[in-house]
């Protein structure tokens, strides 16, 4: 039973479009929302990160868009770059009582087309 | 600073055989994770400690042991490999906040 549902498996879009990876969640226990980028032959690396009192988070190019009632939670890569070329995935964690396990989305490949 | 560590990076092995993958991590960090990962799948949890001489089971132990004697070290055993149990492993560790997690590099494992 997966409990973080991500989509799409794949992705291709232009050099300067918008990348947009969408994940759904069923455990309303959980209380915060990484999302990993991982390069070829690399271990994941944390991107960017929101809690569920925040709507939305913004670093750079990325953002994170959260809406607590529909138990979804998305990012947006805006003008999207080569170099972002890898596969993320979305998460979801309880608190630290719980032991800090990050349940994983499945993934989302990303390439970026110059 | 290392960071998170993994040995050995690659590794093939006959079903059947036993290994034992060393993660180790210069951060002081008190959780410790292993995660498998799979095409589709994402990364799933193995096992995990949130201490020194503490592991529990994660959402796949089965086939797996795991063992944390020293606060910096987390070392999973596979007793009889499986091809199901070819895969890449990643070692992860993490401070109290939760989410945070410092992944090492991987370990390609290959159970013909």
């Known amino acids: 039973q997966q409990q973080v549902k991500q989509s799409p498996q794949s992705l291709i879009v232009q050099k300067g479009g918008i990348s947009i990876i969408n994940c759904a969640y069923e455990n309303t226990a959980f209380d915060y929302f990484p999302w990993y980028q991982q390069f070829p032959g690399k271990g994941p690396a944390l991107l960017i990160a929101?809690?569920?009192?925040?709507s939305e988070k913004k670093e750079g190019r990325f953002t994170i868009s959260f809406n607590k009632s529909a138990k979804q939670f998305s990012l947006h890569i805006m003008d999207s770059q080569p170099g972002d070329s890898a596969t993320y995935f979305c998460?979801?964690?309880?608190?630290?009582?719980?032991?800090?396990?990050?349940?994983f989305g499945g993934g989302t490949r990303v390439l970026v087309k110059p | 600073n290392a960071g998170v560590t993994q040995t050995p990076k690659f590794r093939v092995l006959k079903t059947g055989q036993s290994m034992t993958l060393l993660c180790a991590q210069d951060m002081n960090h008190e959780y410790m994770y292993w995660y498998r990962q799979d095409p589709g799948m994402g990364l799933r949890l193995i096992h995990y400690s949130v201490g020194e001489g503490t592991t529990a089971k994660g959402e796949v132990p089965d086939g797996y042991n795991v063992s944390r004697l020293k606060k910096q070290n987390f070392l999973l055993g596979l007793e009889s490999a499986a091809p199901s149990q070819t895969s890449v492993y990643f070692c992860?560790?993490?401070?109290?906040?939760?989410?945070?997690?410092?992944f090492g590099q991987g370990t390609r494992l290959t159970v013909v």
């Open positions: 929101i809690r569920p009192d925040v």
């Open positions: 998460a979801a964690s309880m608190n630290a009582a719980a032991g800090n396990k990050l349940t």
């Open positions: 992860a560790s993490s401070y109290w906040d939760p989410g945070e997690a410092f």
